[in-house]
């Protein structure tokens, strides 16, 4: 389904705005609340899913345990950044995120690690492994507000 597919209307987006407060609330209360049909909610929920626009997971806080690192890592390539490298930093353990941008890095690449010898293995390790990476610059979360991360736990990449 393509982007022109699916048009949101202010239903869908009271669906949503309901599911990111609480990804548990029961699609019956949402239902209530918007005075519409569980059913309604549902099968909305469902095509947006279905669509690749809407996801539903549980997230962490990063920050929670203090031996966690949470970081954001700017990469310069060798070459291009195309879809099969960013497919390769995306498999490796604790990656967020990978987003090609623009400015003085080709990729961005969001982390998650449990300890400093994780991060080490990451940087010097993993994407060295990889090859066609230039230079890396990484800059780790001392603090955040509202921000959540993916646990994956370990054995299930």
Known sequence: ????DLNLDQM???????????GRESY???????GVSDGTV?????RMIRSGYLRI???????????????T???SLEGRANAEIMRAIAALDGVQSVANVSGRFDLLVEIHVSS???LRRFLVDDLSALGGIQNTETFLYLETID???RQRSEGTE
């Open 12 to 22: 869908d987006r009271q669906i949503i705005d309901a599911l990111q407060k609480n």
């Open 42 to 46: 549902r099968l909305r929920t469902e």
């Open 1 to 4: 389904m393509s982007e022109k």
């Open 57 to 71: 997971s549980a997230s962490v806080n990063p920050m929670f345990f203090e031996d966690g690192l949470t970081a």
């Open 116 to 118: 400093r010898n994780d």
């Open 147 to 149: 921000k959540w991360v």
């Open 28 to 34: 019956k209360s949402i239902a209530q609340k918007l």
């Open 73 to 75: 890592v700017g990469v």
